[in-house]
């Protein structure tokens, strides 16, 4: 079982930088590919990026692309989210994932295994 926290959201200009961050519980993140989908109000769910167990393989969305930076401390069982130039259109609750299997599993959303509950993130124009 795996348990995700995530924080860090809040509200920032268009333009400005944010981090995001997602505490997991349990011995073996270090073995899960992670990641983080977002979903706007309306809107459905959307993959933002992934990152294999080592680190060494990132995935993004295009929309995040060059802004975007996807990481993670398997000692401190943490997965951080750099967020660059932040547009309005970033604006929603930010999820994060483990998932035991394929780290492109995670980019089609197929079978997720743990999901976090979210951090809201609010960029204004």
């Known amino acids: 079982q795996v348990q995700l926290v995530e924080s860090g959201g809040g509200l920032v200009q268009a333009g400005g930088s944010m981090r995001l961050s997602c505490a997991a519980s349990?011995?073996?993140?270090?073995?899960?590919?992670m990641g983080w989908f977002r979903q706007a109000p309306g809107k459905e769910r959307e993959f933002v990026a992934a990152?294999?167990?080592?680190?060494?393989?990132?995935y993004y969305a295009d929309s995040g692309k060059g802004r975007f930076t996807i990481s993670r401390d398997n000692a401190g069982n943490t997965l951080y989210l750099q967020m660059n130039s932040l547009k309005p259109e970033d604006t929603g609750v930010y999820l994060c994932?483990?998932?035991?299997?394929?780290?492109?599993?995670?980019?089609?959303?197929?079978?997720?295994?743990?999901w976090g509950q979210g951090t809201q993130v609010t960029v204004s124009s």
């Open positions: 349990g011995r073996t993140f270090s073995t899960y590919a």
């Open positions: 994932v483990a998932h035991g299997h394929a780290t492109t599993d995670i980019i089609g959303a197929t079978n997720i295994e743990y």
């Open positions: 990152i294999n167990w080592s680190g060494t393989s990132t």
